[in-house]
Each structure stands twice: as C-alpha cells, then as structure tokens.
C-alpha cells in the first residue's frame, strides 16, 4: 500500500497540473459515473493528502475522497490522451495533462462533515505543516501496546506505512516490540522529527530514502532487496552491527528489525 509521501506526491502533481482550471471528468470504468458527472467541468481549488487520503477539492464545494489502497495506481498522460486502458475508474483532463485511475479502494464524492468527520478518526500526518505530534504522544505515551503497531495505526499517525515504521524504528534503536508507555518524551520527539525529514525526502525525490551516508556501503549482498536498513532484508546482515536481520508479523503485517541494534 503506498504511504503517505506518495499521496502528498499525488497532491502536489494534481494541483501543479489541474489546479485553479476546469477539468473533464468521466469514468470510463462506470462505477464513478454519477460522481464524475458531478465535477465534470468545473475547477479543481485545491489537491491535499491527509495521510494515506487523497482529496480533490472543487469549486461549489464538491470534494473527491479517493483511498488507493493496495492496488489503486494514477497514471498520467500528455493531451491528447489515448482510449482508457482497463477498469479507469476516474479520468480526469486539462488543458495539458490526463491522469487515470485504476484500482482504488475508495473514490467518491465527499461532503465537507465527511471530511471533517475523516480527519477526526486520524493522527497527525508528519506532513502536514498543521499537524500536532503532541497528538499522537497523548496516545503512545498511555498505552501498552507495541510501538512498532501503533506507528502502524492510522488513528495514531497518519501516512506512516510498513517500510517508514521497520526504518524509523531501526533509525533509533528502538524494539517494536516496546510498549507505547516504555518511550521517554525525548525518544518521541527525536522519532517524529527524523520521520518528517524522511518523508519530505520521500515527497522529493519520489521513493523512500532511509539510509545515513555513513551506512551506506552498497549492496555487495542482497542484490536484490531494498534500499533499506531492515526493511525485507531479513536474513542478511545488518548494514551497522552485522547480526542477522529478523522477521516476524505483527498485526498481520510484516516486522523487520535487528536484535543487536534494536535490543530494547
């Protein structure tokens, strides 16, 4: 599932080549049919992510709510753009650019309460210039469950997704197995500040970049597997101490760290 840097990337795309101008709008797929009908025409305002959440705000207060999911994916195209390829659940043209969307698990017209009603159930997004981290403390800081699932959780922390949690964690020598309420302030503070660095690298250059200068020393193993500190490297040694890189599943999800560098 992308994570957040990529919706913000999204945003940013959508509002530097369709915003404060008219679009066409269709679905090509028909499962968005009614709703494209109803933005068809008019100005895209403003594109802005909340989290792993896209928003499409148009003139007359009509907002597209759109959740990627696993395998929803933009592809973009110059004008004049080619016939839709597969299920386009939403096309949208300008003057200049098309983009179609295939995929997602969420695209559908919102009212501003929906919206409100959306970031409410959130935590803050590293991203954005208003989020609070004091947000997500109050949270960590009173529960037992394990910091490496609570990263995880979108009510906590906003965008953060499987590679940035295994990373931000081994960036700090931190168990993801700790509880919450084992964290000192000053941890969660280092933690959120590295974590809004990383993902505006992420915004910038397009993918996910975690590894320090000094830790960088190729891939003479592993040819294979990501750019990364722990993240899917289970098995091969850790890129600061050497010790075997694990893997278990938390959350039905997959965990990576290293029990030398993340002893507690």
């Known amino acids: 599932m992308p994570e957040g840097h990529t919706l913000h990337r999204l945003a940013r795309l959508h509002q530097r080549r369709f915003g404060g101008a008219p679009v066409e709008a269709s679905s090509p797929q028909g499962r968005f049919t009614s709703g494209a009908a109803l933005i068809d025409g008019l100005v895209l305002e403003k594109a802005e992510a909340w989290g792993k959440h896209l928003l499409h705000r148009y003139e007359t207060d009509l907002i597209v709510h759109i959740h990627l999911g696993l395998y929803g994916k933009f592809t973009e195209q110059s004008v004049p753009l080619n016939d839709p390829v597969g299920a386009v659940r939403l096309r949208l043209v300008g003057e200049k650019y098309g983009t179609d969307l295939r995929g997602p698990t969420a695209c559908e017209i919102y009212t501003e309460e929906q919206v409100d009603a959306l970031v409410a159930r959130l935590g803050p997004d590293p991203l954005r210039k208003d989020a609070d981290p004091d947000g997500a403390w109050a949270r960590i800081s009173k529960s037992r469950t394990a910091i490496g699932t609570l990263l995880m959780d979108q009510k906590v922390l906003a965008g953060v997704g499987n590679v940035y949690r295994a990373e931000i964690l081994f960036r700090h020598e931190i168990n993801p197995m700790r509880p ?18 990383l993902m505006k690298i992420g915004v910038r250059r397009g993918r996910i970049i975690t590894i320090r200068p000094e830790d960088d020393h190729g891939d003479t193993y592993g040819a294979r597997r990501p750019r990364s500190y722990v993240y899917r490297r289970q098995g091969y040694p850790c890129r600061v101490c050497g010790a075997e890189v694990l893997h278990s599943v938390m959350q039905a999800r997959n965990l990576f760290w290293c029990p030398v560098c993340q002893a507690t």
């Open 180 to 197: 919450g309420k084992d964290l000192d302030r000053s941890e969660w503070d280092a933690l959120w500040f590295d974590l809004v660095e």
